[in-house]
């Protein structure tokens, strides 16, 4: 077994596929999280979530920790398979962990997965379904301050075991507009 590092991404979607944002922001408080305006699903909904693959055990992990954000973002989900699930979760090793951003899994086809938990890693299904309820990752929100050395990003991602262009690179850690316009959140989560 290697050391190398596990990296999660953001499935963002292509630029000419995305919704023009409104600005919004909630004052006070540190940001825990960063949610682009329009990604998230409405209050109270209940996701219906479908795998594709995975042992019972893995899925019985990602039904647990799926739950800790049932606890705090009034938000259900169920588990139930339906070919039409909003979330589609894969479980291929070689794709490591992503997910596509709340709403933005509805534009996906329905044969294809919106999210995939390449590894199980500590709280790697909480973080994807963080990403699937509408969350992106606090480092590409505009105010949050990050001097980043972009070369040394760049040269270290470009490594094994992600093998990113600058492009790429950019576009998942560099840039801070990632659609737009960013709402920052704060979540008592324990995760």
Same mark, same amino acid.
């Given at each position: ?8 991404? +953001?499935?963002?979607?292509?630029? +000419?596929?995305?919704?023009? =944002? ?5 004052? !006070? ?56 699930? +909003? ?14 951003? !709340? ?36 480092? =590409? ?5 990050? =001097?980043?050395?972009? =070369? ?12 990113? +262009? ?26």
């Amino acid at each position: 077994m290697t050391d190398r590092p596990k990296i999660c991404i +953001d499935r963002i979607l292509p630029r +000419d596929m995305m919704r023009l =944002q409104t600005v919004a922001r909630i004052a !006070g408080g540190p940001v825990r999280a960063i949610a682009p305006i329009g990604k998230t699903w409405m209050n109270g909904s209940t996701l219906r979530v479908r795998f594709m693959g995975g042992t019972v055990a893995e899925q019985d992990k990602v039904r647990q920790q799926a739950g800790w954000w049932a606890q705090v973002a009034n938000i259900k989900f169920d588990f139930n398979n339906a070919p039409d699930a +909003d979330i589609r979760i894969a479980f291929d090793p070689s794709d490591g962990a992503w997910s596509y951003i !709340g709403t933005d899994c509805s534009a996906i086809p329905l044969n294809a997965p919106t999210m995939n938990l390449g590894f199980l890693d500590g709280g790697t299904p909480a973080h994807e379904f963080g990403h699937a309820i509408g969350l992106a990752h606090e480092h =590409q929100n505009p105010a949050g301050g990050i =001097q980043w050395n972009e =070369q040394v990003v760049i040269r270290e991602m470009a490594k094994s075991p992600n093998f990113w +262009d600058e492009q790429k690179t950019r576009h998942n850690i560099l840039d801070t507009n990632v659609s737009g316009f960013i709402l920052p959140r704060k979540f008592p989560c324990k995760a």
